[in-house]
Each structure stands twice: as structure tokens, then as C-alpha cells.
């Protein structure tokens, strides 16, 4: 039996933008997704866009009745910048009343509510004012935030302010994958610093208003493995830790950036415009706990060509990916399954952030074509979604049983979710859903983590 501590969390992850729906009702304003389907839908897989997804504006209540069902006791989701605030200051009522049936109905399921305040949906109005590039924007945020406190504050107990704020820096001005498809390093930089000022920002206010929660940010990190212990390959691998993981992990639980991400920033002109109070504030207001997805690790080797002496500096210009020999991959996703890596991550914050409270916040297998596994009962058998799950588990109860203070597991997702560029192209989902009746149907998986929510263990 791999048995779990008393009270650990087992629940699922969502955001507003891939689920809610209802993009357009009740006074909700575009946020960067709904304009950019609006202008671009050739770049969304099918021309499905954000406007439906899987309705749960509409069908929360007897989806959190499925939560139940398969002995979920939590469930993080986000609130819509867009749809609280449609013009960044005056509260929308029907939001509200939302947000708070949503809340209400989880916690009379003894489902705990674990609520974020960003999870990639840039109000367009923000955007047009430059995005998180813009302190105006930043300050817009701590406004929301509060708003938010104060309106939901006294029934969730545990609140994060971003979701993998590395995901907006990198694919939306380093790649052109998420709006507004920016490829400029310096711009890339300050949208980084900002993101983290803001969050520190909303963990003051957060705590002016004496509320009896706790707050913390959700990291997605990705282990950097060298090919080899060359020096040129370690390096690499630092290189890629410092730009992708500790560039977020450090400032939010530390409260302060590792000096040697500051000096290659300096070194290559790259370096943010910040004054001491705002570092100051980022010192001072860490996160209470931390939240962690994980899908896959980075593998990568010394640089074979110097590049990083051009002008179109990237993250990449410092070292090159490395395919593993042995690696097992998902072909769906094109990523790599290595269970090991949730052990490292959690060892890693054990010795080198303070043994900081934390859970899974995302896990999940994302895989094309689910239709071809279903059996006579309309049931689809994924059990390469079960082992996936059970393989990780196992190595988070190693980590636990040596002293990792994690707390709890989230998968992601509970319903097969909108998935930005890729809509419904890969499902991650404990439950599927029919896109035409949008009847859902529980899967195999359902089932099995229903079981292991019950009996705390496997």
C-alpha cells in the first residue's frame, strides 16, 4: 500500500477560460483569447474556440455533483479578470453571484476550493495597455486581486496568484504560440519581473486584510538534466534552471532572484528597469505554499554554436535540447514521460526552499483520439492514463516518506478541457466530453482515482 498523510488533498485543476464558457453572457469583456480567436480562428485547432468549451458557467452544480462522486476534496479553478472587472474597475454583480454559488456549492460538497487569479486570460483592454509589460497593469492586478479578497475572502481558505507565469513569458514573447506573439528577449524579461511584482504585490494585500487563508503561486517546473556531467553540459543545465524554473521559484519563496541569472541578464543588456522598493517587496512578501505541475522534464547539452552574441538573444541561444536514449514518450503530446522527476522537484524544494509547504497542482497525460478505447459501455479504458498516474504517485510517496512537506495531488483535468491553441485536440480528463450534447462520461481513470481519493492511498 502507498498510503498518504491524513487531510492530503486529491482533487483536480481547471481555469475560467478553458472551462466556464458563456464568453460573451452576463457582462464578461474579451480577454487576449477571445479576441484572438475572434481575428485568428485558423490558429485554433478545428476553429474551436474559448465562446463554449465545456459550459461549466452553465453546468457546475451537477458537475461538482460528479466531483463527489469520485470522492474528490478539492478542486483549484480561477476567477476571469475579465468577467469580474469587465472594465478593470466597476464589479460585475453577475459574476459574483457566480463565483459564489460556484464556491458555495464546492464547500457544502466538503470540496475545498483552492481559487487562482490568473491563469493566462489578460483582460484585452489590459493588453492593449501594454499587458504585464505595463505597471499600470500590474497595479490593475492588485486592485482585482483585492477585489477579489475581499468579495471571496471569507469562505476560500487558500488562494494562489498565478498560474505558471513562466507560460505567458514563453510562448507568448519568446514563441509565437499565445498572443500577443511577441520574440524579443528584453520585452520577454520585464513581462518576468513583472509578473513576479505583481504577484508579490497581491500577497500584501492579501495579508493588509488580515483574512485567516493563506496564498501562495503555481510554478510549473521542469527538472533540468545535463547529458553529461561535462562542464559545458552542467552549465547548460543551469543555464535552463535559471531562465525556466528558479526565475519564478526563487523570488516567490525566497524572495529574492539568484545572483547569477542577474549577472547573465546584465551580461547580455537584458536586465528589467527595477528600483529597491520593489525588490524590497518582493523580499518581503514570499508565498505561504506552493503549487507545482508537472508534465515532463528538460533535457539539454552544451551549446554546439555560440549564438548569444547576435541580437535575437533567446533562452535557447545558452544551450541545446538532448534526446534521452531511454526515454518513454507520450506521442500524443510529444512529451516525456519520466515519473522520477516529481521526486526531484520535491527534494529540490525539501533542501533548497525551506521545506515550503506544496502540492501538485497539475499532473496529467494529454492524448489524441480517445474515442478508439472505448469499450461497449461507452466507458473509455485509459489505463496508460492510470499508470501514468500511478508511476508518479509512487515516486511523490517516496518523497513524502523521506520528509517532503507536500500536502496534497491535483490532476489535471476533471472534464476534458478547452486547451488553448489545441482546443479539444488532446484530452486530459478523469471525465470525457461530447462536444455536441455535452453529455460527460466518466473513464476508466475516473474511476480508478475516485478509488484511491476514497482510500487516501493505492
Not at 541580437?311 to 534526446?323: A, K, V
Amino acid at each position: 500500500m502507498y498510503q498518504f498523510p491524513n487531510g492530503f488533498l486529491w482533487g483536480a485543476a481547471a481555469s475560467a477560460t478553458q472551462t466556464e464558457g458563456a464568453a460573451e453572457l452576463d457582462g464578461k469583456a474579451q480577454n487576449i483569447w477571445d479576441y484572438w480567436f475572434e481575428i485568428e480562428p485558423e490558429r485554433f485547432y478545428e476553429g474551436v474556440g474559448p465562446k463554449n468549451t465545456s459550459d461549466f458557467y452553465k453546468y457546475f452544480k451537477e458537475d461538482i455533483e460528479r466531483m463527489k462522486a469520485v470522492h474528490l476534496n478539492s478542486f483549484r479553478t480561477s476567477i476571469s479578470w475579465s468577467r469580474l472587472l469587465p472594465d478593470g474597475i466597476k464589479v460585475n454583480k453577475k459574476a459574483v453571484d457566480f463565483y459564489n454559488q460556484l464556491i458555495d456549492e464546492l464547500i457544502q460538497h466538503d470540496i475545498e476550493p483552492i481559487i487562482n487569479l490568473f491563469h493566462f486570460d489578460m483582460p484585452l483592454h489590459m493588453q492593449e495597455k501594454g499587458g504585464w509589460e505595463s505597471l499600470e497593469v500590474v497595479e490593475a492586478f492588485n486592485f482585482y486581486a483585492k477585489t477579489a479578497f475581499e468579495l471571496f475572502g471569507d469562505k476560500v481558505k487558500k488562494w494562489t496568484t498565478f498560474n505558471e507565469p513562466i507560460v505567458p513569458v514563453e510562448m507568448g514573447y519568446l514563441n509565437n504560440y499565445h498572443y500577443p506573439c511577441v520574440i524579443d528577449m528584453k520585452r520577454a524579461v520585464v513581462v518576468a519581473y513583472h509578473s513576479m511584482l505583481a504577484s508579490a504585490k497581491a500577497v500584501k494585500t492579501y495579508r493588509d486584510l488580515s483574512q485567516d487563508g493563506q496564498i501562495g503561486i503555481i510554478l510549473n517546473l521542469t527538472p533540468s538534466y545535463p547529458r553529461s556531467q561535462s562542464k559545458g553540459d552542467i552549465e547548460a543545465a543551469k543555464i535552463a534552471d535559471l531562465f525556466f524554473n528558479r526565475s519564478f521559484l526563487d523570488p516567490s519563496v525566497l524572495g529574492e532572484y539568484p545572483t547569477d541569472l542577474v549577472e547573465l541578464l546584465r551580461t547580455h543588456d537584458l536586465m528589467p528597469e527595477v528600483n529597491q522598493i520593489d525588490l524590497e517587496l518582493i523580499k518581503e512578501n514570499t508565498v505561504d505554499f506552493l503549487g507545482v505541475n508537472y508534465y515532463q522534464p528538460r533535457r539539454v547539452k552544451e551549446k554546439e554554436a555560440n549564438t548569444t552574441k547576435t541580437d535575437s538573444i533567446l533562452p535557447e541561444s545558452f544551450f541545446d535540447p538532448y534526446i534521452w536514449p531511454d526515454r518513454r514518450m507520450n506521442p500524443y503530446r510529444g512529451w516525456e514521460i519520466y515519473e522520477k522527476g516529481l521526486y526531484d522537484i520535491a527534494t529540490n524544494i525539501k533542501d533548497n526552499y525551506g521545506n515550503i509547504p506544496w502540492y501538485v497542482a497539475e499532473n496529467g497525460m494529454g492524448v489524441e483520439g480517445e474515442e478508439r478505447f472505448k469499450d461497449e459501455k461507452d466507458m473509455i479504458q485509459d489505463d496508460y492514463r492510470i499508470e501514468f498516474y500511478e508511476e508518479h504517485l509512487k515516486w511523490l510517496h517516496k518523497a513524502i516518506e523521506e520528509g517532503s512537506n507536500c500536502f496534497g495531488y491535483h490532476v489535471w483535468t476533471f472534464i476534458d478541457n478547452w486547451s488553448w491553441l489545441n482546443a479539444y485536440k488532446n484530452r486530459y480528463g478523469l471525465y470525457r466530453i461530447d462536444l455536441n450534447t455535452k453529455q460527460r462520461y466518466m473513464k476508466k481513470s475516473g474511476l480508478w482515482f475516485g478509488d484511491v481519493a476514497m482510500h487516501n492511498g493505492f
